[in-house]
Structures are given as structure tokens and as C-alpha cells.
């Protein structure tokens, strides 16, 4: 290990950018990319036990305190995301994403054994730093394990798989919320159980993974990153046929044990104003677009259209098929017709069709079924434009605070645009009033069309380009 402020010159990223994909990067995916299922078992348990929630003894939760919940949730989420990021990027990807999932899992036990409203707030608050925590360390460590060629489309479908997760919660709910198999105060806790007991299995999983070589040739460590690429090579099926990585290409670094938080901010709100700019304008846009809709999804289904509670997973599941779909089938043309296009084309498509089907909802002119219809086809563009929103700001900030960095605009973003958006719809779903629910429906297809004209202008143009070549290493020297 060298010591700190020794030059170095490194071939690793270059290294790791020449590799095909393999067995390696499969593992790195299902490893890390649980988290999002994970989330997404977590948010649609929360939305489909609404009902539940109000039928506690325990809880007897208001349409407004199911809306509380998620608030409380968010704010965990933005809080452990700005905590965690920083740890990240100091202490390195791998300890912090056991740290963080260590976090999810036991906050999401105990939110199954809430005895009043605020011992459920409080643990779901938790549950939220968790899972904010495992953005920022999983997308970061994902970023610099995946070669350019494929970071997109992969970066995609892994946030995508959040849907994965929403049908697993619905699929879980139709079950566990059936009165005749657990009664009305026992299955909404062992829908939180499952979350706890899958995230059991993912920490096994994580054990073999190791350490972001690029993280460790920053922090002096170049011996324990070439072993660590040495061993990724080895997985690759033409390892024989690997072609020698370019000298070319090789980065002369300056190692350091981490960034002074007054380099991060000058390097966000100075030197990189605009991209900082774009990113909370994405991240913003997305998370009230999401948050609003997703977590009073139940709501609307039982308020207006008198959807039974313990039918809530069936109108779940073909929404978040449809979520999953939109990145997996529209993904690649990220990495293909480039990033610019997709995005603007995604968030104004999202923000057009939302302001449609408000149009027929405020008029009476839908079902539950054709809500749901509605709903899916917003959302199959709606989808990758919110897993756009993460893959911008992981990729276009230097490698020493991309986790910090995706921590700020995850933190602000929801801040901003999610963590009330919950409490603000379930009031409005609570009025009774189509005419309240339609304008929040305006607000956010207001923001994500905004959203839309920011990237048209200012969004980085990163397909095939690998991290280093699309934000310099603040270590980098000549």
C-alpha cells in the first residue's frame, strides 16, 4: 500500500473498461442490484397494506397517516443517503454496502412489530436510511465495475428492477392480506418479515464480492486492485484472447485517504454547475412524479374506484410489469441513440401522458381497469426516465465523490420533489375531490416536462465513454 500523495500511473480503469461481459459482472448485478427489488418489496407493502394500516387495532391509520408513512420513509432515505454517501466514498464501497443492508434488514423487522403510529413511523424512517444508504454505495460501486459499452443498458435494468420487487410486495399481499389466512392485524407485519428474510439471503450473496478496484488505486492501494482485476480477467471466457490494455490510457494519480467536503461542494456548485444543475432537475422531477403516484397508488384504487384492500396486488402487478418492461426495452437505445435524446424524449413523453389521463380521471371517464391501463402506459416511459435520472448523476461526476454526489442529488432530489409528495396526495385523496388529486396530477407533469427542456440543453453526452473520459479524477495529474 503506497502512501497517501504518491503519484501513481495506472492501468486499471483502462483494465476494466477493455473486459467483456462475464460471469463477474452477472454476480455484480445480482448482488447489488437486489437493492432495488428489495425497495421495491418495500414501497409496494407499504401501499398495498394501506388499508390494512387503517384497519389495525394497533394503528387505525387515517388516509393521511398512510401518507405520513411514506413521508417518513423518504426522509429516512434522503438522510441515510447523504450519511452513508459520505462514508462511501471514505471508507470504501464494500464495507458500506453490508453497513447499509445490516440497517434495511433490521429496521424492516421491526417495523412488522409497530405497536402504536410512531413506533411505526420511526422504524420505517430507518428502513429508509437503509435503503437510502444502498443507492448511493450499490450504484457507485456498480458504475466502476461495468465496462462503458454496457453501463446504460445495465444501469437500467438494474434500477428497474425495483419493479421486480413491487410484484414480488403485491404478489406477497394477495396472500398475506387475506383476513382468512393471517386476520387484520397480522398480515401487514409479515409483509414487512418477507423484506427482512430476502435481505437475509442478499448478504450472503455480497460476500463475494469485492472491493471497486478504482476506489482502492485512489486510496494508494494498486497491489489490492490489480489482484482484484487479475481475478475478474480470469472470469472472462476469451481470457486467452484478452487484448492488452492500451499504455495509452494509462492515469497518473495522485492518491489521497478522501475528499475535504470543500472540494465536493466546489466541484458540484463550481466546476460542474451545469451537470449538478441537470441532475437535480432530473432527480427532482422523477421522485415527485413517483412518490406522489406510487405511494397513494392504493388509495386512489380504494377511494374513487372502491377496490377491495385485499385486491390491491392485482392491479400492482401489471403496473410494476410495466415498469420493468420500460427499462428493459428501451434501455439500450440509451447506450445506442445516446443519452440526451432518451432522456428528453422519456420525461416529456411521461409528463404529456400524465396530463392525459388526468384529464380522463378528473372527468369520470375511467375504471380501475382502464386507471391501471393508464397508469401502465405512463409509466412503461416513466420508468427509464427515473432510472435515467440515477445513471446521470452516477456517471458524469469524478470517481472521488460519485457516491457523495449521488447521495446530494438523491437527498435534494427527494427532498425536494418526494419526501412530501406522499403526505400532499393522500390529503388530496382524502378530500374526496378529483378536482385536487387532477391538479397534484398537473404539478407533476409539469415538473418532469421541465425536466425534459433542461436536458435538451444541458444533459452530458456519455454513451461509450468510460468514467474517467466523462469526469476527470480530481486525483488525476500530469
Not at 454496457?150 to 421486480?164: A, K
Not at 412518490?291 to 410494476?320: Q, R
Request: aromatic share 14%; with cysteine.
Amino acid at each position: 500500500m503506497q502512501e497517501t500523495g504518491t503519484t501513481i500511473d495506472t492501468l486499471i480503469p483502462a483494465r476494466l473498461e477493455r473486459l467483456p461481459w462475464s460471469r463477474f459482472h452477472t454476480l455484480v448485478v445480482a448482488a447489488l442490484g437486489i437493492t432495488w427489488i428489495l425497495d421495491g418489496l418495500e414501497v409496494t407493502l407499504a401501499g398495498s397494506v394501506a388499508g390494512a394500516l387503517k384497519a389495525s387495532p394497533a394503528l387505525r391509520f387515517t388516509d393521511s397517516d398512510v401518507g405520513l408513512a411514506g413521508t417518513a420513509y423518504l426522509s429516512g432515505a434522503v438522510l441515510g443517503a447523504l450519511f452513508f454517501g459520505w462514508l462511501t466514498d471514505r471508507l470504501g464501497r464494500k464495507k458500506l454496502f453490508f453497513i447499509t443492508l445490516a440497517t434495511y434488514l433490521v429496521a424492516t423487522a421491526l417495523s412488522g412489530f409497530a405497536w402504536n403510529g410512531w413506533s411505526f413511523f420511526i422504524f420505517r424512517f430507518i428502513t429508509g436510511a437503509g435503503i437510502g444508504g444502498e443507492y448511493t454505495a450499490i450504484n457507485s460501486t456498480i458504475q466502476e465495475f461495468v465496462p462503458a459499452r454496457y453501463r446504460g443498458f445495465t444501469d437500467l435494468c438494474i434500477n428497474g428492477s425495483f419493479w421486480v420487487g413491487a410484484a414480488a410486495g403485491a404478489g406477497a399481499s394477495l396472500v398475506l392480506l387475506d383476513p382468512a389466512l393471517l386476520g387484520t392485524d397480522m398480515g401487514w407485519r409479515a409483509c414487512f418479515l418477507v423484506g427482512a428474510a430476502i435481505g437475509l439471503l442478499v448478504l450472503f450473496l455480497r460476500t463475494f464480492l469485492p472491493e471497486s478496484p478504482r476506489w482502492l488505486v485512489t486510496h494508494g492501494r494498486e497491489e489490492e486492485a490489480k489482484t482484484i482485476v487479475d481475478r475478474i480477467e480470469a472470469h472472462a471466457a476469451d481470457h486467452a484472447s484478452l487484448p492488452a490494455p492500451d499504455p495509452r490510457k494509462a492515469m497518473r494519480l495522485r492518491t489521497r485517504d478522501h475528499t475535504p467536503l470543500a472540494q465536493v461542494w466546489t466541484t458540484l456548485f463550481h466546476t460542474y454547475r451545469l451537470r449538478t444543475f441537470v441532475g437535480l432537475a432530473l432527480m427532482a422531477a422523477q421522485a415527485f412524479f413517483y412518490n406522489a403516484i406510487f405511494f397513494t397508488y392504493a388509495l386512489v384504487l380504494t377511494k374513487f374506484y372502491g377496490v377491495a384492500t385485499d385486491a390491491i396486488g392485482w392491479y400492482i402487478l401489471p403496473f410494476a410489469a410495466s415498469n420493468f418492461l420500460g427499462p428493459l426495452l428501451l434501455g439500450r437505445l440509451f447506450d445506442t441513440v445516446g443519452r440526451r435524446p432518451m432522456i428528453v424524449l422519456t420525461y416529456g413523453l411521461s409528463g404529456l401522458l400524465l396530463l392525459g389521463a388526468g384529464v380522463l380521471f378528473v372527468n369520470g371517464h375511467l375504471t380501475a381497469a382502464t386507471q391501471t391501463l393508464a397508469w401502465m402506459a405512463i409509466f412503461f416511459v416513466a420508468s427509464p426516465a427515473a432510472s435515467a435520472a440515477y445513471l446521470t448523476v452516477s456517471e458524469t461526476f469524478p470517481l472521488e465523490i460519485r457516491a457523495v454526489a449521488i447521495a446530494v442529488f438523491y437527498a435534494i432530489g427527494t427532498g425536494l420533489g418526494g419526501v412530501a409528495a406522499p403526505y400532499v396526495f393522500g390529503r388530496l385523496i382524502e378530500s374526496g375531490s378529483r378536482e385536487s388529486v387532477f391538479y397534484g396530477y398537473v404539478f407533476g407533469a409539469a415538473l418532469m416536462l421541465g425536466a425534459a427542456v433542461v436536458a435538451a440543453f444541458f444533459a452530458v453526452k456519455a454513451e461509450g465513454r468510460s468514467l474517467e473520459d466523462v469526469a476527470t479524477p480530481l486525483s488525476a495529474t500530469t
